[in-house]
């Protein structure tokens, strides 16, 4: 029978089943402290740092958010002492139980466990089911039901009295209809109050409407796994840290189902394995996630650790240690296609693990919900070690401050990301929930990840502006990125492309402009651009919040132009170890069918490098009109999507790397030639890798035969 059609019962005086009724609640205590508890999740064992957590608590003093209040011996659980609902909400969802647990736990001072009952009958005789919203609720039932079982179940605790289990009992009864009549429509909040249900029914299973709960729950709970998650494992709120959220509630789910011998479909196993795998790849080497989307700079790899336990894989434990056991995931770079989420990545199994170069790129939609900020083709930035480029968080959902800054709205903007800001608008209009305003439009419209480079290009449309923002990385693996951004219009618009710093770089961060280039020199990072007189660059004073409530100082680096038609902007991220390079940009102009083009036609880096160790000359040419079209610059000749080449002091080709090339040609040599066809190629003395992106090459070998004979007539060139 599904759950739909099962009888509704929430009288009080049919709380228990016919086996229990009758029985006094004395008789009740001693039968709740002697039966054997289902299988559960329970908390590690209680700590020293738990007495001393516990200590405020037992005065009533609440912080969150970091903001900490005294409330008194007999305060209204109704009243916030805080501007930000938030703090309300954190003292109803009783997340601090965990304390009082860890505390009575290490200790058996019946202290704690009167503290727990004291709490508890103080909130049910003060506050009516459904208070503030359905998503505390679920919270709270899980708190109380966890702590539970260590007061009653473990310890029996002396404190705990029958007329104090059976309010305890109906509460928990009640609250728990409560939410089946009144869950949120879908979303994390929806997943977690399935789960709080279904753990009501597993442990306690003498509720009348324990069976009830448990199919109401579990029919539910699958319906909202398939929904919940996109195909490529990626949470629809497209949140970092709200996907792991999700992902801790139905894992609870997936153990205790597991444990009490309830079987699930297989639908949730491969949908919980891909977002297990999006979490491998979405934390940064240091082992912490960035912020997108409303959340933390947290760290999930206990959270992973609990998975790997239920779906083991290598590429899990090589992530979970940092790369000491189990094996690399065979992917260096991924693309979430469904979600629109992209990872760049260098080696994995370079040493040490926490140095990798990584880029989190999004170029996804809003997302469902509220979460969701104003930040397409948005991108987070981490090497050496360091997260070098960031998205700035959330910092509040609080709409009021005290200086008069509406700082919830501030952090959801489009300024407040890497990424280009068109007259000064939002992608989309602000609102403190969700969006009702037309939505932008994002595209990936290209991911590609081979030996040698990776390249994304993505696209987003929105309705605030008749403009069309195209932004291309390329990685130059495993090395810096060039971030092409390309600008379509017919009007005049004053464009501003913003790089957010970290707060380490908060007064180390200045600009060095000449008439070749504009840097920004950073700690362990160079942002450059080629010299425009019509492009000014500026540093600005920034925020950025890696924990709710808490904002700090950081730089941040405006390039900003007023242009009519077409535009864009070019940009070398370079990051360093210890010691910055030698570092220059320059912008070559580049001809089609001898006139001179446009940048938004197709543009040209010259990237000169210079160290104690080596000095390079680099190029990158990017064609954005067709890949049929021939280009000349500098005394080059190509034909492709895009170009890649690295010339070293003595003149010598050492690094080439190309998509959808056909020719490249250096005066009157031919270095590549596949006339009628388009190829990848990826070259990196001493290694040659060449994919075809095109079925029209029946055979690779005339590929290698061409570059043979080019490397080989390498010792004829001759520096530019």
């Known amino acids: ?95 601090y139980f965990k304390e009082l647990v860890g505390a009575y736990d290490f200790t058996q001072n019946e202290v704690y466990a009167q503290k727990w009952v004291g709490l508890i009958d103080s909130w049910i005789r003060q506050v009516p089911d459904g208070f503030i919203d359905s998503q505390v609720t679920g919270r709270r039932l899980q708190q109380w039901i966890l702590s539970y079982q260590y007061f009653v179940a473990k310890w029996r605790s002396p404190t705990i009295s029958p007329s104090f289990l059976e309010s305890f009992l109906r509460s928990l009864h009640s609250q728990t ?5 009144h869950l949120t429509p879908e ?65 609870r789910f997936r153990e205790l189902a597991s444990l009490n011998q309830i079987e699930l479909p297989e639908v949730c196993d491969e949908l919980l394995k891909r977002a297990i795998e999006f979490s491998c790849y979405v934390h940064k080497p240091d082992g912490l996630i960035p912020a997108i989307n409303d ?146 439009v994002t595209t990936l419209k290209h991911f590609v990840s081979t030996t040698g480079f990776d390249f994304l290009h993505g696209q987003i449309i929105s309705q605030q502006y008749p403009v069309v923002h195209e932004r291309m990385i390329y990685f130059m693996q495993p090395e810096y990125w060039i971030v092409t951004d390309l600008l379509k219009s017919e009007n005049i618009h004053q464009y501003d492309l913003y790089f957010h710093l970290s707060s380490k770089a908060q007064s180390q961060t200045d600009l060095e402009i000449n008439d070749v280039s504009q840097i920004v020199h950073s700690p362990n990072l160079i942002i450059a651009q080629a010299y425009d007189a019509d492009i000014q660059v500026a540093l600005e004073q920034g ?52 006139k001179l083009c446009q940048a938004h036609e197709a543009s040209v880096l010259k990237i000169c490098i210079k160290t104690v160790e080596y ?48 020719v490249v040609r250096f005066h009157s040599k031919a270095l590549l030639n596949v006339e009628n066809n388009h190829i990848r190629v990826s070259y990196q003395h001493p290694n040659l890798s060449l994919t075809a992106t095109s079925g029209r090459i029946e055979s690779m070998l005339d590929v290698y035969e061409i570059l043979s004979d080019w490397l080989a007539d390498q010792e004829n060139w001759h520096s530019l």
């Not at 209204?76 to 997340?95: G, R």
């Not at 209809?177 to 009549?181: A, S, T, V």
């Not at 968080?393 to 709205?409: A, I, L």
């Not at 924990?547 to 902007?569: D, M, R």
Request: charged content about 20%; overall charge negative; hydrophobic content about 35%.
């Open 1 to 95: 029978m599904s759950a739909s059609n099962l009888a509704f019962v929430a009288s009080d005086d049919n709380l228990l089943i016919d086996a229990l009724n009758g029985m006094s609640w004395s008789a009740l205590l001693d039968y709740f402290h002697s039966k054997k508890l289902p299988e559960n999740v329970l908390l590690s064992p209680g700590k020293e740092k738990h007495v001393a957590s516990a200590q405020a608590i037992i005065r009533n003093e609440f912080e969150f958010n970091n903001e900490r209040f005294s409330l008194g011996d007999e305060f209204d659980w109704k009243a916030n002492p805080s501007k930000d609902i938030e703090w309300l909400i954190l003292l109803h969802k009783f997340y």
């Open 177 to 181: 209809h409560y939410l089946c009549e």
């Open 187 to 251: 979303g994390n909040h929806r997943t977690l109050e399935l789960y709080a249900i279904f753990l009501v029914a597993v442990t306690f299973p003498e509720f009348r409407s324990a069976t009830y709960f448990l199919e109401f729950s579990t029919e539910k709970l699958i319906e909202n796994i398939k929904r919940d998650l996109l195909p490529d494992g990626v949470h629809r709120e497209l949140s970092t840290d709200y996907h792991h959220t999700v992902l801790k509630n139905y894992l």
């Open 295 to 440: 959340g933390d700079c947290n760290s999930y790899l206990a959270l992973l650790k609990k998975a790997n336990t239920y779906y083991p894989a290598p590429f899990i434990d090589y992530v979970i240690s940092k790369g000491v056991e189990g094996r690399a995931p065979v992917q260096r770079s991924k693309s979430f296609e469904n979600s629109g989420y992209c990872v760049l990545r260098s080696d994995w199994t370079a040493n040490p693990y926490e140095e990798a170069f990584y880029l989190f790129f999004d170029c996804a939609s809003i997302g469902f919900g509220s979460h969701g900020h104003y930040d397409a083709l948005n991108f987070e930035m981490a090497a050496y070690g360091h997260s070098l480029i960031v998205d700035p968080g959330r910092y509040t959902y609080n709409e009021s401050s005290d200086d008069g800054v509406n700082w919830r709205k501030l952090f959801k903007s489009t300024a407040a990301h890497n990424t280009v800001v068109v007259d000064g608008l939002d992608q989309i209009p602000y609102r403190p929930g969700r969006p009702v305003d037309p939505e932008p």
């Open 543 to 594: 925020f950025v919040s890696q924990e709710y409530g808490i904002k700090c100082e950081a730089p941040v680096v405006k390039f900003s132009q007023s242009q009519s038609a077409n535009t864009g902007f070019r940009t070398v991220l370079y990051p360093y170890l210890s010691v910055p390079p030698d570092l220059r940009v320059l912008q070559l102009p580049i001809f089609h069918k001898g």
């Open 615 to 662: 000095t390079y000359e680099d190029y990158f040419f990017i064609n954005h009109i067709s890949v049929e079209n021939e280009y000349s610059f500098d005394g080059f000749t190509c034909v492709g999507r895009f170009l890649f080449l690295r010339r070293n002091i003595s003149g010598q080709v050492i690094n080439l790397q190309g998509e959808e090339l056909s």
